[in-house]
């Protein structure tokens, strides 16, 4: 699975920028999806994940109600849409997948998301909220 994101760049805060990711080599059911985002000096975190075809999405705490995450299936595009953008969200969002939907079931019974079990990744879209 090849993931190339697109969409970042300067917003201002309350801004509702969509970030694009498109994932070749992805198979429908295949693969659970997620975005993440780092900032300078912080570790990478999770935002958001997708298993589609059991219909399950996740939020971390600090995005829920503001971001949302979608696939469109026909062409393999991830999206993540993101409303009243704060300057804490200012990071370089990832998108990125695993093979898989174990890594969803996992997500669901943790709580959270491990970047450790997302073995796909794209280059990074930096997001500046300023």
């Known amino acids: 699975v090849q993931l190339v994101e697109s969409g970042g760049g300067s917003v201002q805060p309350g801004g509702s920028p969509i970030l694009s990711c498109v994932a070749s080599?992805?198979?429908?059911?295949?693969?659970?999806l997620g975005w993440f985002r780092q900032a300078p000096g912080k570790e990478r975190e999770g935002v958001a994940a997708?298993?589609?075809?059991?219909?399950?999405?996740y939020y971390e705490d600090a995005v829920k109600g503001r971001f949302t995450i979608s696939l469109d299936k026909d062409n393999n595009i991830l999206y993540l849409r993101m409303t009243d953008l704060k300057p804490e969200d200012s990071a370089i969002y990832y998108c990125?997948?695993?093979?898989?939907?174990?890594?969803?079931?996992?997500?669901?019974?943790?709580?959270?998301?491990?970047?450790?079990?997302?073995?796909?990744w794209g280059q990074g879209t930096q997001v500046t909220v300023s």
């Open positions: 990125a997948a695993a093979d898989g939907r174990g890594v969803m079931a996992g997500i669901l019974a943790l709580g959270g998301m491990v970047a450790d079990e997302f073995g796909y």
């Open positions: 080599g992805y198979k429908y059911g295949d693969h659970s």
């Open positions: 997708l298993y589609t075809m059991a219909g399950s999405s």
